[in-house]
Nanobody
Framework: QVQLVESGGGLVQAGGSLRLSCAASGSIVSINTMGWYRQAPGKQRELVAT???????NVVNSMKGRFTISRDGAKNTVYLQMNSLKPEDTAVYYC???????????????WGLGTQVTVSS
Protein backbone atom coordinates (compact mmCIF):
# COMPACT_ATOMS: atom_id res chain seq x y z
CA GLN A 1 0.00 0.00 0.00
CA VAL A 2 1.31 3.41 -0.95
CA GLN A 3 1.13 6.32 1.46
CA LEU A 4 2.08 9.96 1.48
CA VAL A 5 2.42 11.24 5.02
CA GLU A 6 2.80 14.94 5.73
CA SER A 7 4.25 16.46 8.87
CA GLY A 8 5.47 19.78 10.16
CA GLY A 9 2.28 21.80 10.25
CA GLY A 10 1.24 23.83 13.24
CA LEU A 11 0.47 27.24 14.65
CA VAL A 12 2.90 30.08 13.98
CA GLN A 13 2.81 33.84 14.28
CA ALA A 14 2.87 36.05 11.23
CA GLY A 15 6.41 36.46 9.99
CA GLY A 16 7.41 33.05 11.26
CA SER A 17 8.56 29.94 9.43
CA LEU A 18 7.55 26.32 9.11
CA ARG A 19 9.02 23.38 7.24
CA LEU A 20 6.64 20.76 5.94
CA SER A 21 7.75 17.26 5.05
CA CYS A 22 6.04 14.55 3.04
CA ALA A 23 7.35 11.02 2.94
CA ALA A 24 6.20 8.50 0.37
CA SER A 25 6.26 4.85 1.33
CA GLY A 26 5.07 1.51 0.00
CA SER A 27 5.61 -0.47 -3.17
CA ILE A 28 7.09 2.41 -5.12
CA VAL A 29 9.22 1.85 -8.19
CA SER A 30 9.86 5.51 -8.90
CA ILE A 31 8.55 8.95 -8.04
CA ASN A 32 7.99 11.57 -10.70
CA THR A 33 6.79 15.07 -10.00
CA MET A 34 5.97 15.86 -6.37
CA GLY A 35 4.17 18.91 -5.16
CA TRP A 36 2.34 20.81 -2.48
CA TYR A 37 -1.17 22.16 -2.64
CA ARG A 38 -3.24 23.99 -0.07
CA GLN A 39 -6.88 24.54 0.70
CA ALA A 40 -8.14 27.35 2.87
CA PRO A 41 -11.60 27.24 4.47
CA GLY A 42 -14.29 27.94 1.89
CA LYS A 43 -11.81 27.99 -0.98
CA GLN A 44 -10.72 25.58 -3.67
CA ARG A 45 -7.52 23.61 -3.40
CA GLU A 46 -4.70 25.48 -5.09
CA LEU A 47 -1.21 24.69 -6.27
CA VAL A 48 1.69 25.89 -4.13
CA ALA A 49 4.78 24.35 -5.72
CA THR A 50 6.07 21.36 -7.66
CA UNK A 51 9.43 19.71 -8.16
CA UNK A 52 10.56 17.20 -10.77
CA UNK A 53 12.93 14.28 -10.19
CA UNK A 54 15.69 16.37 -11.71
CA UNK A 55 15.08 19.19 -9.27
CA UNK A 56 13.28 21.63 -11.52
CA UNK A 57 10.97 23.66 -9.31
CA ASN A 58 7.90 25.73 -9.88
CA VAL A 59 6.51 27.95 -7.15
CA VAL A 60 3.31 29.91 -7.58
CA ASN A 61 4.10 33.59 -8.14
CA SER A 62 2.34 34.81 -5.02
CA MET A 63 4.58 32.60 -2.89
CA LYS A 64 7.88 33.05 -4.68
CA GLY A 65 10.57 34.40 -2.46
CA ARG A 66 8.86 33.05 0.63
CA PHE A 67 8.31 29.34 -0.11
CA THR A 68 10.93 26.86 -1.29
CA ILE A 69 10.30 23.28 -2.40
CA SER A 70 12.98 20.61 -2.30
CA ARG A 71 13.20 16.84 -2.31
CA ASP A 72 15.43 14.03 -1.07
CA GLY A 73 15.26 11.21 -3.58
CA ALA A 74 16.96 8.74 -1.29
CA LYS A 75 14.28 9.31 1.35
CA ASN A 76 11.32 9.64 -1.05
CA THR A 77 10.58 12.89 0.71
CA VAL A 78 9.56 16.34 -0.45
CA TYR A 79 9.84 19.45 1.69
CA LEU A 80 8.24 22.87 1.72
CA GLN A 81 10.12 25.59 3.54
CA MET A 82 7.76 28.46 4.30
CA ASN A 83 9.16 31.77 5.50
CA SER A 84 7.59 35.15 6.23
CA LEU A 85 4.25 33.47 6.77
CA LYS A 86 1.09 35.54 6.56
CA PRO A 87 -2.38 34.91 8.01
CA GLU A 88 -3.63 34.30 4.47
CA ASP A 89 -1.29 31.30 4.25
CA THR A 90 -3.54 29.54 6.75
CA ALA A 91 -4.77 26.34 5.12
CA VAL A 92 -4.50 22.60 5.04
CA TYR A 93 -1.40 21.73 3.03
CA TYR A 94 -1.49 18.58 0.94
CA CYS A 95 1.32 16.58 -0.57
CA UNK A 96 0.89 15.21 -4.07
CA UNK A 97 3.01 12.81 -6.08
CA UNK A 98 2.99 10.92 -9.37
CA UNK A 99 4.21 7.43 -8.59
CA UNK A 100 5.09 4.30 -10.51
CA UNK A 101 3.92 1.38 -8.41
CA UNK A 102 5.17 -2.19 -8.33
CA UNK A 103 3.10 -4.38 -10.60
CA UNK A 104 1.27 -1.47 -12.25
CA UNK A 105 1.83 0.13 -15.62
CA UNK A 106 2.03 3.84 -15.92
CA UNK A 107 2.02 6.33 -13.10
CA UNK A 108 -0.63 7.10 -10.55
CA UNK A 109 -1.41 10.29 -8.69
CA UNK A 110 -1.51 10.14 -4.90
CA TRP A 111 -2.49 12.60 -2.19
CA GLY A 112 -1.59 12.82 1.45
CA LEU A 113 -4.19 13.51 4.11
CA GLY A 114 -2.92 17.01 4.71
CA THR A 115 -1.37 18.99 7.53
CA GLN A 116 -2.88 22.11 9.06
CA VAL A 117 -0.93 25.35 8.96
CA THR A 118 -2.36 28.23 10.97
CA VAL A 119 -0.76 31.67 10.92
CA SER A 120 -1.91 34.10 13.58
CA SER A 121 -1.77 37.85 13.14
Amino acid sequence: QVQLVESGGGLVQAGGSLRLSCAASGSIVSINTMGWYRQAPGKQRELVATITPGGFTNVVNSMKGRFTISRDGAKNTVYLQMNSLKPEDTAVYYCNANLVITGQRGQYNYWGLGTQVTVSS
